[in-house]
């Protein structure tokens, strides 16, 4: 209520129709300055301008990151009062809201106040971790034990993370479908589902047209590779930022909680309309799609550097990369906005798609480019979900809320391709040292973590020598062409 009184009155003389920069700069008519506090906003992005191509891309990106380090206040529509921060649209009794609170949100003023290592977007210290599932909690939570505690990530090289899910789930899907076919003619028919090297366990398609998931592995039965959340439950940056505006921020994007799917251009009753539009998403997505490659920077050190080299060859003879995959080919380097398996309310009418190449248009360093049109994306993943802790080592089974169906103690590989940048380290970012995070492997990983225990101790600290040389560069800037 007491921010709706003050709300009403200033709702009516804020203009929430899309209008792109590129249309205000050419529009003579003269907008009167507004004198005193305004929304952070300003105008609203308009996706068919996107689509069109009437933006460049230093300007969609320039907008988007302005969307991530905006500290959105009350006149933007920040706040969800009569909305919990489900990302499925879920009202609430007013009553319960407590305005800003840690664990249920809205818990920041802006994405970067938690993404901010080293530059905005980038990853958080443990003071920034979020408490996923305290948010869809009506009433809310004050114990942040109600909840699975998450250390914030780092979006570098997020778009070739999204494109390489988007290729897996391809041929996922192409191997289903095939089976499903060859079983129409015959009896049972067992694939195994193996995309860029990583095998996802196998399935049985059935004469009637029905498939056995049971033996499927480190992916949903969906066969949708979701590479978001170190759950691995979100399958695209757009699913994933229209989640965290609400959840966070209570900004609501009218692709998942406008008119058209609750029936309400204000659903969570801030006396704010519309409050992010198709172009404010697709701005904000495609800033993070496109920050900079992390990569490997050697120490100037010869010792050092040497130490690093052997320890990058320690890293595939011990076995850590058989989840920990040094390299992923993406065939194809495009970044088209939106992903067109995105899920309902999720935009994804790929009529309207905006492209650019990751290769080509981005922050620098930009994804290495492979052979003919292909990239190489050495992110140190293989995108599947594993069980790495038991009870001789229960650091990563520490959670007790199921999120997206997934057993509490599975998690995605996590990427390497940033660890010397990156701390803490963790799915809750409680370890300070890589060397903790190494020791702590358990479950899946039991004989390769005793291989790394067995090694010399000089060898061992070249194994964590090379970690350190996957880094985030400090300097950045969009590339030229
Ligand atoms: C209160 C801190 C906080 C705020 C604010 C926040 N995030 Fe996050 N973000 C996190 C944490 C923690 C994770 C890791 C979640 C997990 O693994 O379950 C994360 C993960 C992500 C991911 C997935 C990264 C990956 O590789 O899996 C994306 C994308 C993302 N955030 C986007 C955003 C956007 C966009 C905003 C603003 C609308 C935002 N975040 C606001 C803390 C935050
Ligand atoms: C069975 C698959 C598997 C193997 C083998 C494996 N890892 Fe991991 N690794 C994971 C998963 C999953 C995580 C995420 C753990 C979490 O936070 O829940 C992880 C996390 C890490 C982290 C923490 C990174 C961060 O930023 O928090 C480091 C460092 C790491 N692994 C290094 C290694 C090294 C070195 C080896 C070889 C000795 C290795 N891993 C072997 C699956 C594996």
């Known amino acids: 209520m007491r921010r709706t009184t003050a709300l009403l009155l200033v709702a009516t003389l804020l203009a929430v129709a899309p209008l792109s920069p590129a249309l205000a700069r050419r529009s003579s008519a003269k907008v009167a300055p507004v004198v005193g506090e305004t929304g952070v906003l300003g105008q609203h992005l308009s996706g068919d301008d996107i689509a069109a191509g009437r933006l460049s891309f230093a300007q969609i990106f320039q907008a988007g990151r302005k969307l991530f380090v905006a500290k959105f206040n009350v006149l933007d529509g920040q706040g969800r009062p009569a909305a919990t921060g489900n990302g499925v649209p879920t009202l609430r009794d007013p009553s319960h809201d407590q305005g800003f609170l840690r664990t249920s949100g809205p818990d920041a003023n802006s994405c970067a106040g938690c993404h901010n290592e080293p530059r905005a977007g980038g990853g958080g210290d ?121 959840h966070h921020h209570g900004m609501q994007a009218v692709e998942r909680f406008g008119v058209e799917r ?130 001789e080592h229960p650091v990563y089974c520490n959670e007790t809320l199921v999120q997206g169906g997934v057993p509490t103690d599975q998690f995605l590989t996590r990427k390497l391709w940033d660890a010397g940048s990156s701390a803490p380290y963790g799915h809750r970012g409680d370890l300070t040292m890589l060397t903790e995070a190494v020791l702590a492997h358990g479950g899946e990983a039991d004989g390769i973590r005793a291989n790394f225990e067995t090694l010399a101790a000089g060898d061992q600290a070249a194994v964590i020598e090379f970690l350190e040389s996957l880094r985030v560069v400090d300097k950045t800037r969009l590339a030229k062409h």
């Open 126 to 246: 443990f003071v920034a971790n979020v408490f996923v599932l305290a948010q869809v909690r009506d009433p809310v939570t004050f114990d942040v034990r109600e909840a699975d505690e998450r250390n914030t990530l780092g979006m570098f090289g997020s778009g070739a993370i999204e494109l390489l899910g988007r290729e897996m789930t391809d041929d996922l899907v192409a191997i289903r479908a095939a089976a499903i076919t060859a079983a129409a003619a015959a009896s049972d028919i067992t694939r195994t589902l193996v995309t860029k090297g990583v095998s996802f366990g196998r399935i049985t398609a059935r004469a009637d047209g029905s498939v056995n998931t049971s033996e499927v592995q480190g992916v949903d039965a969906d066969l949708i590779v979701k590479p978001f959340h170190q759950k691995g439950v979100v399958r695209s940056i757009r699913e994933f930022t229209v989640n965290a505006m609400n």
């Open 262 to 391: 609750t029936g309400t251009a204000d659903f969570d009753q801030d006396a704010v309309a519309d409050e992010l539009s198709i172009g404010d998403i697709t701005a904000t997505t495609i800033f993070q799609a496109a920050m900079a490659t992390p990569v490997q920077i050697l120490p100037k050190d010869p010792v050092r550097k040497k130490a690093a080299l052997r320890g990058g060859a320690l890293f595939e003879t011990i076995g850590c990369a058989s989840c920990h995959k040094p390299s992923l080919v993406l065939e194809n380097p495009e970044f088209c906005e939106p992903y067109a398996r995105n899920p309902p309310g999720t935009f994804n009418d790929t009529t309207k798609s905006y492209c650019f190449d990751l290769t080509r248009d981005g922050e620098t360093p930009l994804l290495g480019r492979g052979r003919g049109n292909t990239a190489v994306v050495r992110a140190y993943t293989d995108l599947k979900r594993h069980v790495i802790c038991d009870a």
